[in-house]
């Protein structure tokens, strides 16, 4: 069984920054994309980065030049560095992971979720 386990959520004033962090563990031969997702009340979840097995990034219009994403391979951890936070960016954020297993499965799943409040 893997688990993700998410930390680094909080409260937040607008233009502050926060560091989310994923970390993947169990039977895992190998970790593809790695990514977070966030959702607003009311609204459908949403990809806001992701990063491939090789290091390559990509993002949401929305956090482009504010959010950065990056992986410790070794430690099968994922990274959401969010500076220049805004109250839009308020949401539950979803760590999801894609692997390989030993007997050469794959799979994907969801962390529990982490609450990021951007307010005054």
């Known amino acids: 069984q893997v688990q993700l386990v998410e930390s680094g959520g909080g409260l937040v004033q607008p233009g502050g920054s926060l560091r989310l962090s994923c970390a993947a563990s169990?039977?895992?031969?190998?970790?593809?994309?790695m990514g977070w997702y966030r959702q607003a009340p009311g609204k459908q979840r949403e990809l806001v980065a992701a990063i491939s097995s090789g290091g390559t990034p990509n993002y949401a219009d929305s956090v482009k030049g504010r959010f950065t994403i990056s992986r410790d391979n070794a430690k099968n951890t994922v990274y959401l560095q969010m500076n220049s936070l805004r109250p839009e960016d308020t949401a539950v954020y979803y760590c999801?992971?894609?692997?390989?297993?030993?007997?050469?499965?794959?799979?994907?799943?969801w962390g529990q979720g982490t609450q990021v409040t951007v307010s005054s």
């Open positions: 999801n992971t894609a692997w390989i297993n030993y007997s050469g499965g794959y799979s994907q799943g």
């Open positions: 169990g039977r895992i031969f190998s970790i593809n994309t």
